[in-house]
């Protein structure tokens, strides 16, 4: 049943819906899902998770579980056998996990529910207005036409929209690739490398292991380019992978076969007055890299303590439109990149080919190359611009790191699991005036060689750095950040302990 008091309400219960509203409904924010699907789905096309997607389900208390349901992988094989290595990435998950997205679902969704989130199925969105105060939604039920009315609207309602549609937004851009070949099959004969992936000449093909005996494989075959509507044939999706890669592993028993599609779009903006895009709704590019799922994941952990703030009356003024200023970008990046990936990979002229392998080895090779790649294609290379004269590291990723004694369960992931601000104070150091920030602010004393004094978001990226000597001025620079990220003080300043998540500091 769709209730009528709502402060938000997500259209779409893919990933980023559903992940999002885990946050705003932890946040104590009246948070409705609208899907106009009346049953899950298990067929999907998303499959990978990426390090730094899983360093956001750590702060969620997510990522274990999830892992256990996948396989990981080291290092991506790219065409003519370049591989792009992981293990060295700085995080707890230097990966990319394997796994259906509809384990990644059960997961959010199950956490959304359990922290009140109304997830309603056999909703469809037909229209919206919006004013100055709120938005009404027009909703098609399996009980008829109700309207909705919600503080703020978010579309995570994929490529087609609705929300996108009734704001008026083009969604400029083009297909990419036609005709991909999709299927989830079982291998008599697995392959000794965990990701498989070659082009050669008029045919590309890639294989990835679920971890549960089935496999997720593309194919393209340049010689055949077939509406979406065509049904894939065994026969050929065997052809075309014995053609790419020397040998079909013995492919049968599919489960599903698609065909379909890659376009590159995005939205020109993702937020009009009190309704904002995420995920598939702002930005769709090619699968290349496994970036589709990971980028609207991380669209949703950017918005949902924004959103919450907003909603709880305590954003700073200009806070929601930073999600349109600090996402655009990212999504505009890995639309390039995954672009540059297909192009790449479809490459037809055998010359062209091998300038493209040799290029690519030699530049790996490069030790900042190396990183930058790396760090690009799992998402913890991403950073947010920061204001002119900040602090080198803010709007970068924090670190996990150690925290002293029991803080918080002893990692910086563990301590932002509350949804609340954390700040890092070097031994020493007197933050007592964040005690006015009451439970917004958690304090956390590093464990090893401390950090300068650093405000980390909800989120996970740094919002603030000072490495101020002198205390009078170090307490007023901390005052005035906490004013502007976590709003108004909510207590007074008297006392000069502070409380952190489970002691003091």
């Given at each position: 049943?769709?209730?009528?008091?709502?402060?938000?309400?997500?259209?779409?219960?893919?990933?980023?819906?559903?992940?999002?509203?885990?946050?705003?409904?932890?946040?104590?924010?009246?948070?409705?899902?609208?899907?106009?699907?009346?049953?899950?789905?298990?067929?999907?096309?998303?499959f990978?998770?990426?390090?730094?997607?899983?360093?956001?389900?750590?702060?969620?208390?997510?990522?274990?579980?999830?892992?256990s349901?996948?396989?990981?992988?080291?290092?991506?094989?790219?065409?003519?056998?370049?591989?792009?290595?992981?293990?060295?990435?700085?995080s707890?998950?230097?990966?990319?996990?394997?796994?259906?997205?509809?384990?990644?679902?059960?997961?959010?969704?199950r956490?959304?529910?359990?922290?009140?989130?109304?997830?309603?199925?056999?909703?469809?969105?037909?229209?919206?207005?919006q004013?100055?105060?709120?938005?009404?939604?027009?909703v098609?039920?399996?009980?008829?036409?109700?309207t909705?009315?919600?503080?703020?609207?978010?579309?995570?309602?994929?490529?087609?929209?609705?929300?996108?549609?009734?704001?008026?937004?083009?969604?400029?851009?083009?297909?990419?690739?036609?005709?991909?070949?999709?299927?989830?099959?079982?291998?008599?004969?697995?392959?000794?490398?965990?990701?498989?992936v070659?082009?050669?000449?008029?045919?590309?093909?890639?294989?990835?292991?679920?971890?549960?005996?089935?496999?997720?494989?593309?194919?393209?075959?340049?010689?055949?380019?077939?509406?979406?509507?065509?049904p894939?044939?065994?026969?050929?999706?065997?052809?075309?992978?014995?053609?790419?890669?020397?040998?079909?592993?013995?492919?049968?028993?599919?489960?599903?076969m698609?065909?379909?599609?890659?376009?590159?779009?995005?939205?020109?903006?993702?937020?009009?007055?009190?309704?904002?895009?995420?995920?598939?709704?702002?930005?769709?590019?090619?699968?290349?890299?496994?970036?589709?799922?990971?980028?609207?994941?991380?669209?949703?952990?950017?918005?949902?303590?924004?959103?919450?703030?907003?909603?709880?009356?305590?954003a700073?003024?200009?806070?929601?439109?930073?999600?349109h200023?600090?996402r655009?970008?990212?999504?505009?990046m890995v639309?390039?990149?995954?672009?540059?990936?297909?192009?790449?990979?479809?490459i037809?002229?055998?010359?062209?080919?091998?300038?493209r392998?040799?290029?690519?080895?030699?530049?790996?090779?490069?030790?900042?190359?190396?990183?930058?790649?790396?760090?690009?294609?799992?998402?913890v290379?991403?950073?947010?611009?920061?204001?002119?004269?900040?602090?080198?590291?803010?709007?970068?990723?924090?670190e996990?790191?150690?925290?002293?004694?029991?803080?918080?369960?002893?990692?910086?992931a563990?301590?932002?699991?509350g949804?609340?601000?954390?700040l890092?104070v070097?031994?020493?150091?007197d933050?007592?005036n964040?005690?006015?920030?009451?439970d917004?602010?958690?304090?956390?004393?590093?464990?090893?060689?401390?950090?300068?004094l650093?405000?980390?978001?909800?989120?996970?990226?740094?919002?603030?750095?000072?490495?101020?000597?002198?205390p009078?001025?170090?307490?007023?620079?901390?005052?005035?950040?906490?004013?502007?990220w976590?709003?108004a003080?909510?207590?007074?300043?008297?006392?000069?302990?502070?409380?952190?998540?489970?002691?003091?500091?």
């Amino acid at each position: 049943m769709i209730s009528q008091q709502n402060d938000v309400v997500i259209v779409g219960a893919g990933p980023t819906g559903l992940l999002l509203a885990g946050d705003l409904a932890a946040a104590g924010v009246r948070t409705t899902v609208l899907e106009r699907r009346l049953e899950e789905s298990n067929l999907t096309r998303a499959f990978a998770v990426h390090a730094r997607t899983l360093e956001q389900l750590d702060a969620r208390g997510l990522a274990d579980e999830l892992i256990s349901t996948g396989a990981q992988v080291p290092s991506l094989r790219l065409f003519g056998g370049v591989r792009v290595d992981l293990s060295s990435l700085p995080s707890r998950h230097p990966f990319v996990l394997i796994t259906p997205q509809y384990q990644v679902e059960r997961l959010l969704q199950r956490r959304a529910v359990a922290a009140g989130a109304n997830l309603v199925r056999g909703a469809e969105v037909t229209g919206l207005r919006q004013d100055a105060d709120g938005v009404d939604v027009d909703v098609t039920t399996q009980d008829g036409p109700v309207t909705v009315r919600t503080s703020y609207v978010v579309g995570t309602d994929g490529h087609r929209s609705r929300v996108r549609t009734a704001l008026g937004l083009p969604f400029p851009g083009k297909a990419v690739v036609t005709s991909l070949m999709l299927a989830d099959v079982r291998l008599a004969e697995p392959p000794r490398d965990v990701l498989m992936v070659n082009a050669v000449g008029d045919a590309f093909a890639f294989i990835a292991p679920f971890g549960d005996d089935w496999y997720r494989v593309f194919a393209w075959n340049r010689r055949n380019q077939q509406p979406d509507s065509v049904p894939v044939d065994l026969t050929e999706l065997r052809e075309v992978t014995r053609e790419a890669l020397g040998t079909d592993f013995g492919m049968h028993d599919p489960r599903w076969m698609s065909r379909f599609h890659s376009d590159e779009r995005q939205a020109p903006q993702y937020r009009v007055g009190r309704v904002f895009l995420a995920g598939d709704a702002a930005h769709v590019h090619s699968p290349a890299g496994g970036q589709g799922m990971n980028t609207g994941l991380q669209d949703a952990a950017n918005l949902g303590w924004k959103l919450a703030a907003a909603v709880q009356g305590r954003a700073a003024d200009g806070l929601l439109d930073t999600y349109h200023a600090e996402r655009h970008p990212v999504g505009r990046m890995v639309l390039r990149g995954s672009g540059a990936i297909i192009r790449l990979a479809l490459i037809r002229s055998r010359p062209a080919q091998v300038a493209r392998t040799m290029i690519l080895r030699i530049a790996l090779r490069l030790g900042p190359v190396r990183r930058r790649m790396a760090g690009m294609i799992s998402g913890v290379g991403i950073r947010y611009a920061a204001p002119r004269g900040a602090h080198p590291q803010v709007g970068t990723r924090a670190e996990d790191l150690p925290l002293a004694g029991d803080q918080a369960g002893g990692r910086l992931a563990e301590a932002l699991r509350g949804g609340a601000f954390v700040l890092l104070v070097p031994a020493g150091i007197d933050a007592s005036n964040a005690r006015a920030w009451g439970d917004r602010v958690r304090l956390a004393t590093p464990a090893e060689a401390s950090p300068p004094l650093t405000l980390v978001r909800p989120d996970g990226y740094i919002a603030w750095v000072s490495e101020e000597t002198d205390p009078g001025q170090r307490d007023e620079q901390l005052r005035v950040a906490l004013g502007e990220w976590c709003g108004a003080p909510v207590v007074s300043q008297e006392s000069d302990a502070v409380r952190s998540g489970t002691g003091q500091v």
